[in-house]
């Protein structure tokens, strides 16, 4: 089982990216999707969210600023990060999860700074 994600980076506030996540050794549209990310000196937390059927929820803090998306055919999930603030400053964590089973990526570093 792999999880690997990209396209984080330095971006300078109110700017965007756009993360992937490629899933393999697992079947991929069976699983909810999720990106949690980990600042500096804080807990984990969780970003957002989309179910094998295709429903999303997202933190307080990102609504109407981060979309989660996935292409089932890719084995990829998606997200699209705009309006991007210092705060968002973090590792984002991709994971994959279905009943009792759980899979991490390695982290992609996302750091918004002028």
């Known amino acids: 089982v792999q999880l690997v994600e990209s396209g984080g980076g330095l971006v300078q506030p109110g700017g965007s990216l756009r993360l992937s996540c490629a899933a393999s050794?697992?079947?991929?549209?069976?699983?909810?999707m999720s990106w949690y990310r980990q600042a500096p000196g804080k807990e984990r937390e969780l970003v957002a969210r989309?179910?094998?059927?295709?429903?999303?929820n997202y933190a307080d803090s990102v609504k109407g600023r981060f979309t989660i998306s996935r292409d089932n055919a890719k084995s990829t999930v998606y997200l699209q990060m705009n309006s991007l603030k210092p705060e968002d400053t973090a590792v984002y964590y991709c994971?994959?999860?279905?009943?009792?089973?759980?899979?991490w990526g390695k982290g992609t570093l996302v750091t918004v700074s002028s």
């Open positions: 989309i179910t094998s059927g295709g429903s999303t």
């Open positions: 050794g697992f079947t991929f549209s069976s699983y909810a």
């Open positions: 994971n994959g999860d279905r009943i009792l089973r759980q899979y």
